[in-house]
């Protein structure tokens, strides 16, 4: 069972990346699923989340309007596309997965039981 991520890199300020999860050994339709990113000497933030079926989405402020997130259960991935990046978007993202079978989802990292490896993000100025 893992998550392994792709779409990381390196990107000027102004410009969009998009992070792709992918789920091995489960089911993503039964799974609320999540994005949190690291900074250098911060803690873990939680960015967005998205419900089995992507019925509900939630991002937090600080990317809301420029983040959005989905999910294609057909792939059994997910994706996390960010335009309009900022230097301060710079971090390692995780994505993460947690079994629920509601319609909602958490943005609490010890709620998620299967995590991503992580993928850096770099925006510069």
């Known amino acids: 069972v893992q998550l392994v991520e792709s779409g990381g890199g390196v990107v000027q300020a102004g410009g969009s990346l998009r992070l792709s999860c992918a789920a091995y050994?489960?089911?993503?339709?039964?799974?609320?699923i999540a994005w949190f990113r690291q900074a250098p000497g911060k803690d873990n933030e939680w960015i967005s989340c998205?419900?089995?079926?992507?019925?509900?989405?939630y991002f937090a402020d600080s990317v809301k309007g420029r983040f959005t997130i989905s999910s294609d259960n057909a792939k059994n991935t997910f994706y996390l596309q960010m335009n309009t990046l900022k230097p301060e978007d710079t971090a390692v993202y995780y994505c993460?997965?947690?079994?629920?079978?509601?319609?909602?989802?958490?943005?609490?990292?010890?709620?998620?039981?299967?995590w991503g490896q992580g993928t850096q993000v770099t925006v510069s100025s």
């Open positions: 993460a997965a947690y079994r629920n079978l509601g319609y909602s989802c958490s943005k609490y990292v010890n709620v998620y039981r299967y």
């Open positions: 050994g489960f089911t993503l339709d039964e799974y609320g």
């Open positions: 998205i419900s089995r079926g992507g019925r509900s989405t």
